[in-house]
Nanobody
Framework: QVQLVESGGGSVQAGGSLTLSCAAS????????MAWFRQAPGKEREGVAA???????SNSDSVKGRFTASKGNAECSMYLQMNSLKPEDTAMYYC?????????????????????????WGRGTQVTVSS
């Protein structure tokens, strides 16, 4: 069983920065696509940023220019650098991973930030941005 563990959440004032980390443990998967999703109270979960094995990324429009996903050194690990944080970024942030689809295919199909196309999930880390 693959386990994903997130870390790095916390509370910050608007305009501040945080870096989230995600690492996989347990059963090893390779060539995984990974993504960050977030869910605010009363709202649906939304995709934020995704990264493939080759390091290319896909970001949602709401975070472009502010959030940057990057690969970690370990297999199936990633970071999310969040700058210029806004109160509307407040949410539980979840890491997700999947190895069922080639990254290029996933992007071409528009699945990079599709929740149902990721099979492994972490428990989340809370990010709170105050005004």
């Amino acid at each position: 069983q693959v386990q994903l563990v997130e870390s790095g959440g916390g509370s910050v004032q608007a305009g501040g920065s945080l870096t989230l980390s995600c690492a996989a443990s347990g059963y090893t998967i390779s060539r995984c696509s990974m993504a960050w999703f977030r869910q605010a109270p009363g709202k649906e979960r939304e995709g934020v940023a995704a990264i493939g094995p080759d390091g290319t990324t896909s970001n949602s429009d709401s975070v472009k220019g502010r959030f940057t996903a990057s690969k970690g050194n370990a297999e199936c690990s990633m970071y999310l650098q969040m700058n210029s944080l806004k109160p509307e970024d407040t949410a539980m942030y979840y890491c997700a991973a999947d190895d069922r689809y080639d990254w290029a295919y996933r992007r071409a199909a528009g699945w990079a930030l599709t929740e149902t196309k990721y099979g492994y999930w972490g428990r989340g880390t809370q990010v709170t941005v105050s005004s």
